[in-house]
């Protein structure tokens, strides 16, 4: 039988929070869009990507590189009665696969898993992609058609996602001509790519059997869970005593709450800010006698900064992760302070 461990409680503090973040799509954005693009045809494009992410049957193999890492992966995806299954498969490197059905994610490792958890499971744009809608964007970005492409031998459109300043990263995004599902993406700060997705083979509309959506690792096998559920996010909702004194303009909440207590007593308090295509999540904990250090961490174009703040009941450890660029994160985590002290708020 599979063995299951919990990584939520085993893990060090900062490396809970960053692999939360890194690994959830539900504490990466819930993002819901406001302001209308410019260029009816571009914005049908997005909203023709965000539906066929979900309501189309594919399989392919894509390359997925972030920093200095790359890994081959496999994805078969079916919608079956309304419900979405998911499979991803790595081709390279050590053994493991992402099982999803609906909103519930299971991490598949062989049975020779060391049991770290400061890694990131490969999503790349799929852990955004189910609860991501771009067919608007705010007046943060630009939106340009670049053209047609080729990708994995299918015709696409070529779109360019432009910042109009510094606080954010850009996007160059190639969409299929028939479906407009994303065949490739480059994530790029300051003219640095910091994340790629490209498929190299796609079949889209294929009949997927079931037997392909089920865990193909042979022998013992290793199984967490590091999703926690909408419900399960939100299982506390209190007024917050910490306020957020800047934010860059566009950003806007999209989902606060607690996680569960621990053992001590304690809990996380837990916002997610989005400007519709970037996101962020600010994770506040009492810490009491224990000693944190400071950390400011980057893989890719997802970015990990932590700060001690000391509140009238003792310190807290401030923790901001996000796919925003590094003196982002910084500027917000510096502005956190507990709200009996909290100045007029700002954006930029």
Request: charged share 25%; with cysteine; aromatic share 8%.
């Amino acid at each position: 039988m599979p063995k299951a461990i919990n990584v939520r409680d085993s893990a060090p503090l900062f490396f809970r929070s960053y692999f939360k973040a890194l690994c959830s799509s539900f504490l990466l954005g819930l993002l819901i869009l406001s302001s209308p693009v410019s260029g009816e045809e571009s914005r049908a494009w997005l909203v023709q990507m965000s539906k066929a992410f979900a309501n189309q049957n594919y399989d392919g193999v894509f390359v997925y590189s972030h920093g200095s890492s790359m890994e081959t992966l496999r994805i078969i995806h079916q919608v079956k009665d309304g419900v979405e299954r998911e499979r991803i498969v790595r081709l390279d490197g050590p053994v493991q696969e992402i099982i999803r059905q609906g909103e519930e994610v299971t991490c598949v490792h062989g049975s020779d898993w060391n049991g770290n958890i400061n890694h990131k499971i490969p999503l790349g744009p799929f852990a955004r992609a189910f609860v991501r809608d771009m067919s608007e964007l705010g007046d943060s970005y630009e939106l340009v058609d670049k053209g047609e492409g080729r990708v994995a031998g299918r015709s696409a459109r070529v779109l360019l996602i432009k910042p109009t300043d510094d606080y954010r990263y850009s996007y160059r995004i190639w969409l299929d001509e028939q479906s407009g599902l994303l065949l490739k993406s480059v994530l790029v700060h300051r003219r640095t790519v910091l994340e790629r997705f490209q498929f190299t083979h796609l079949n889209i509309g294929a009949d997927i059997d079931e037997s392909e959506l089920e865990v193909g690792i042979a022998g013992e096998t290793m199984v967490h869970y590091p999703l926690l559920s909408h419900q399960e996010v939100l299982v506390e909702s209190k007024p917050l005593n910490w306020t957020l004194n800047w934010l860059p303009s566009g950003f806007k909440m999209s989902m606060q709450g607690s996680h569960p207590k621990h053992e001590d007593g304690s809990g996380v308090d837990t916002t997610t800010y989005t400007d519709g295509m970037a996101a962020f999540s600010v994770f506040i904990e009492k810490i009491g006698d224990q000693k944190y250090d400071e950390v400011s961490a980057q893989k890719g174009a997802t970015v990990a900064v932590t700060r001690i703040v000391n509140y009238p009941d003792g310190d807290h450890l401030v923790t901001v992760v996000g796919e925003v660029p590094m003196k982002t994160a910084k500027r917000i985590a510096l502005s956190i302070v507990p709200s009996a002290v909290a100045v007029s708020g700002s954006t930029e």
